[in-house]
């Protein structure tokens, strides 16, 4: 099982539309990034959270350590949305990002 | 722009052949992180240096080695290519000496033909 868990992998909606990707992961992670990845291979950093809430723009992220469960949220998606979202989380012992699969949202206009 | 510089972008070689990516991190980081992502296994964490020394290792194949410089820039060399080693390489720089915010460089494509 890896440590960290993405789902769904792929999400299509319509321009508009409230979006919700979901990532769980296991004991041993302090610390949950998610980065989004363009279709030209570019990675940039959205968030980085150890717990509550963060809010960039239309971007939300949340985390609950209870639960070992973070999401992120995109109100009023646009096209321009589209990437590929990874949830990476901070592994302590091992002291390292261990990544998910990655979320392939696209929007459509 | 995330203030990491990697070049180069694209690099195209053979089987057998040896090469090397270069990484500027962001002013001021200290820590630089190389990261491999390809088709089948996804991003993948390779090594960490912070400040000149080797901080943290991931799953860094003996074929490769890395350094960093004391003006803070990291090269990445891979040695003795397979196809398999075909993929995008990232590097990645904090201020933090643990964990923190990452800032990406836009990668090196490697193709081994």
């Known amino acids: 099982k890896n440590e960290v868990e993405q789902s769904p992998q792929n999400l299509t909606a319509q321009e508009g539309e409230f979006i919700t990707i979901n990532c769980s992961y296991s004991?041993?992670?302090?610390?949950l990034h998610w980065l989004q990845q363009h279709p030209g291979g570019g990675i940039v950093s959205l968030f980085m959270?150890?717990?509550g809430k963060k809010k960039h723009g239309r971007l939300i992220a949340t985390i609950n350590i209870q639960e070992k469960h973070s999401s992120l949220h995109i109100t009023a998606s646009h096209p321009r949305d589209s990437a590929v979202y990874i949830c990476a989380g901070y592994l302590q012992g091992a002291q390292k990002l261990v990544f998910g699969q990655g979320t392939r949202l696209t929007i459509n206009p | 722009d995330s203030g990491v510089t990697q070049t180069p972008k694209h690099l195209i070689t053979a089987t057998g052949q040896r090469v090397t990516l270069r990484c500027s991190p962001r002013?001021?980081?200290?820590?630089v992180y190389w990261y491999q992502q390809s088709l089948d296994q996804g991003l993948q964490f390779l090594i960490q240096?912070?400040?000149?020394?080797?901080?943290a290792k991931g799953n860094i194949l003996e074929r490769f080695s890395a350094q960093q410089f004391p003006d803070l820039h990291s090269e990445l060399n891979l040695s003795s290519l397979e196809l398999g080693d075909s993929a995008l390489y990232f590097c990645?720089?904090?201020?933090?000496?643990?964990?923190?915010?990452?800032?990406f460089g836009e990668g090196s494509r490697l193709t081994v033909l």
């Open positions: 004991v041993g992670i302090s610390a």
């Open positions: 959270l150890s717990s």
């Open positions: 990645a720089s904090s201020g933090l000496w643990l964990g923190g915010e990452l800032f």
């Open positions: 240096y912070y400040n000149g020394e080797e901080r």
């Open positions: 002013s001021g980081d200290l820590s």
